[in-house]
Nanobody, 121 residues
Framework: QVQLVESGGGLVQPGGSLRLSCAASGSIFSINVMGWYRQAPGKQREWVASITSDGRANYDDSVKGRFTISRDNAKSTVYLQMNSLKPEDTAVYYC???????????????WGQGTQVTVSS
């Protein structure tokens, strides 16, 4: 069984910072792309950022210059450093890993359970 566990969400004032983490556990052969998504109330889930196995990062325009995605392959963990937070960043944040389980032959997407980020004064 593969599980993704997120942490680091919370309440922060506008202009503040938070750091999200997402760690995978279980029988994993390899992890390719790690990514972050978010879903605000009443809206569709949207892509925020992703990072490849060799460290290439991409960002949605709405977070470019404010958010930084990074990964620790030895720990099977992805991070999202969020700075200069705005009220419109309020959402449930989800991580997604494209990985190959130890006893599987195909690449599969796994999701975390989500962590709430609220930006409000």
């Amino acid at each position: 069984q593969v599980q993704l566990v997120e942490s680091g969400g919370g309440l922060v004032q506008p202009g503040g910072s938070l750091r999200l983490s997402c760690a995978a556990s279980g029988s994993i052969f390899s992890i390719n792309v790690m990514g972050w998504y978010r879903q605000a109330p009443g809206k569709q889930r949207e892509w925020v950022a992703s990072i490849t196995s060799d460290g290439r990062a991409n960002y949605d325009d709405s977070v470019k210059g404010r958010f930084t995605i990074s990964r620790d392959n030895a720990k099977s963990t992805v991070y999202l450093q969020m700075n200069s937070l705005k009220p419109e960043d309020t959402a449930v944040y989800y991580c997604k890993f494209q990985l190959r389980p130890l006893y599987g032959r195909t690449w599969t997407d796994y999701w975390g359970q989500g962590t709430q980020v609220t930006v409000s004064s």
